[in-house]
């Protein structure tokens, strides 16, 4: 995958496939090539929700002085 | 009580504590009342049981030391900051030890709360004049943001409501906290900062802005025009979860969504981590099954084309057999076999054909051809 695609353009992307294949007037290369790219993009999803957990950061304070 | 002054030679004299008894009995007499002025020197601190702060003049620059029992001042729940007007309640007292006079306070009020309240309509106006109120305006939440931006207080409960529900539904979200002041002057401006400050982040898709409960004025600072403005103007979709269900601070009608609680907010900027699973795992089932009828179909006329192609030949064989039956039959119409069939017969003379009775003279052996053999003859 080039550069690399938000998880939302991805799964939208994976969707339009499943709906050309369900369509049924795919070629066979065109079916093969449409799955293998839909494979990657599920594997591409997958990874997005499966990579490493999320991180919670603190911003550098903004105003870091305590009320007094 | 009564305070007696000893004799010195010809006066009378107080020692101090009988003097400030006497000066304190006397202030104890002055009626309650209401004294206007602005809160300098707060000083609030959760061990000391009075809570000390000095009123002042601001025209004339006078000062009035004030104290109150900290539970009643707390109960207030008014969040006083330096430089307010208030209204103080009080008696005057005088503190004996030190000879301080000083306003003992029942209440205190923020004044000018009605004119707050005006004030925060003609701005609710003219905000929504402009248009920043708008409903083209709101923008869609992202599904699946990037970072998250929440602004919150170092309020435990409201950011707490906010993580939680955002790592529970979304484990590998990312939350960038910009901890500011959540209430007070200093809050909008801080609040505008943090905002910004989270803005500059590249991977930044949506911000919430979250704070729990509070009285109507810890609530102001989300009406404040600077930071109302803020979040319209904010790149990215801002989601604010202010205050209780029933407060309407004026940037939540700024922002492109408001949600009821801070748990409300985290739900709406993450999607259920299970519930996408299950999406992306049906849209795989339904891509091989796509996939699958496609090959089964293209097999299926594979299959067709090579019956066709391997009956082929066996049917061009058929053809050119009958065809080889047909000429077999109109030969055999023509073969003179079948005449002979009917009884005629060739004669022969030696190898030719008689054709002419001149051709023979008596004698003369012939063969005789009929439909079964041959036989020979003789010419009479």
């Known amino acids: 995958m080039s550069a690399e695609p938000t998880f939302e353009a991805a799964q939208r992307e994976l969707e339009q496939i499943v709906e050309r294949l369900e369509r049924g007037q795919t070629g066979l290369d065109e079916a093969i090539a449409l799955w293998e790219r839909g494979e990657e993009l599920y594997r591409f999803c997958l990874g997005k929700l499966d990579a490493a957990h999320g991180r919670i950061e603190e911003l550098a304070r903004v105003a870091t002085e305590t009320p007094t | ?81 330096d430089g307010e007007r208030v209204h103080v309640f009080g008696r005057p007292e005088l503190f004996e030890q030190r000879g301080d006079l000083r306003l003992r306070a029942l209440t205190v009020e923020r004044f000018g709360l009605g004119d707050h ?156 981590v299970r519930e996408l699973h299950a999406t992306l795992g049906r849209s795989r089932a339904a891509l091989e099954r796509g996939t699958r009828r496609t090959l089964d179909r293209e097999r299926q006329r594979l299959a067709t084309t090579r019956e066709r192609l391997t009956r082929a030949p066996a049917l061009a064989l058929e053809r050119k057999r009958a065809a080889l039956n047909h000429a077999a039959a109109r030969l055999q119409a023509l073969s003179p076999r079948s005449t002979l069939e009917r009884g005629y017969a060739i004669v022969r003379s030696g190898d030719d054909l008689v054709r002419s009775s001149a051709t023979v003279a008596p004698g003369d052996p012939l063969r005789i051809e009929v439909a079964d053999g041959s036989f020979g003859a003789r010419v009479e």
Not at chain 2, 4 to 16: I, L, Q, T
């Open chain 2, 1 to 81: 009580m009564k305070i007696d002054p000893v004799e010195r030679g010809e006066r009378k004299v107080y020692s101090v504590a009988a003097f400030n008894r006497g000066v304190r009995d006397w202030v104890a007499r002055l009626p309650t009342v209401w004294v206007e002025g602005e809160v300098t020197e707060l000083r609030h601190h959760a061990n000391w049981q009075t809570v000390f702060f000095t009123l002042k003049d601001p025209a004339e620059g006078a000062c009035l030391a004030v104290t109150m029992p900290r539970g009643q001042f707390d109960a207030l729940r008014i969040d006083l900051a």
């Open chain 2, 117 to 272: 309240l005006a004030a925060l309509e003609r701005l609710k106006r003219k905000l929504a004049a402009e248009g920043l109120f708008a409903a083209a305006r709101k923008r869609p939440l992202p599904r699946l943001p990037r970072a998250i931006g929440l602004v919150t207080g170092n309020d435990a409960a409201a950011k707490r409501d906010v993580l939680t529900t955002i790592v529970e539904r979304f484990p590998p979200a990312r939350v960038v906290v910009a901890e500011t002041y959540v209430q007070g002057p200093r809050a909008a401006p801080a609040i505008v900062d943090a905002l910004a400050a989270l803005c500059r982040l590249p991977e930044l898709d949506v911000v919430v802005v979250a704070r729990g409960g509070g009285s109507f004025e810890d609530l102001l600072p989300f009406s404040d025009e600077r930071l109302v403005r803020a979040v319209a103007a904010c790149p990215v979709p801002v989601v604010t979860a202010v205050g209780h269900e029933q407060d309407t601070p004026l940037c939540d009608l700024a922002a492109d969504v408001r949600a009821s609680t801070p748990t409300a907010a985290g739900r709406l900027v993450v999607p259920d």
